[in-house]
């Protein structure tokens, strides 16, 4: 099973500031047939269900803001949130959906307002 | 609009069993990959079980043996038949559409407890 690891765990950056998390996996998750690497990022706040953000590793979902972007091939990858607003205030995870699952998730990252 | 609302979440005692539903609307269960994912209290989202547009299912080692996915097409619901129930299986049960999930469910609680 592929193991997928964020970090940092927590994250503070002022409002306005970029904010970066990273996420590695423990194989490649890049299907050299279609070039595409098999990696979503998710957005989760307090008592919600988690939503959307990225999938193709770079794919903006629809109706999510372009601070947001995701970047990476292969093993590393990065959710970069250009210029931080205090309603990105959240856990974020990434998740494998290569070849046959398990579909594995990171441990997620809390990111704060500093 | 697509939509998932799950129910069927519940306290049960160890040594227990349930059965959770996700009714769809705004689109067919089984013309896509249909899954469940669970959050226990304050941890992140763990991967659970999977159902592919043929049948094929897919389960965590966690829950291998004891849950069982399924659908009802003319029902258009996605099932979660879950037995010998343990604490650690208590959680948030989401019922998710797609590999990468592009729609989450609201989720329905399972507490395992005596």
């Known amino acids: 099973d592929i193991v997928m690891t964020q970090s940092p765990d927590s994250l503070a950056v002022s409002l306005g500031e970029r904010a970066t998390i990273n996420c590695k996996s423990s194989q490649s998750v890049f299907y050299s047939s279609n070039s595409k690497n098999y990696l979503a990022w998710y957005q989760q706040k307090p008592g919600q269900p988690p939503k959307l953000l990225i999938y193709w590793a770079s794919t903006r979902e629809s109706g999510v803001p372009d601070r947001f972007s995701g970047s990476g091939s292969g093993t590393d990858f990065t959710l970069t949130i250009s210029s931080l607003q205090a309603e990105d205030v959240a856990v974020y995870y990434c998740q494998e959906y290569y070849g046959i699952p398990p579909y594995t998730f990171g441990q997620g990252t809390k990111l704060e307002i500093k | 609009e697509v939509q998932v609302v799950e129910s069927g979440g519940a306290l049960v005692q160890p040594g227990g069993s349930l059965r959770l539903s996700c009714a769809a609307s705004?689109?067919?269960?089984?013309?896509?990959?249909m899954s469940w994912v669970r959050q226990a209290p304050g941890k992140g989202l763990e991967w659970v079980s999977l159902?592919?547009?043929?049948?094929?299912?897919y389960y965590a080692d966690s829950v291998k043996g004891r849950f069982t996915i399924s659908r009802d097409n003319s029902k258009n619901t996605l099932y979660l038949q879950m037995n010998s129930l343990r604490p650690e299986d208590t959680a948030v049960y989401y019922c998710?559409?797609?590999?990468?999930?592009?729609?989450w469910g609201q989720g329905t609680l399972v507490s395992v407890s005596s």
């Open positions: 159902i592919k547009t043929d049948s094929t299912t």
């Open positions: 998710a559409k797609d590999s990468y999930v592009s729609y």
């Open positions: 705004g689109f067919r269960v089984s013309s896509t990959y």
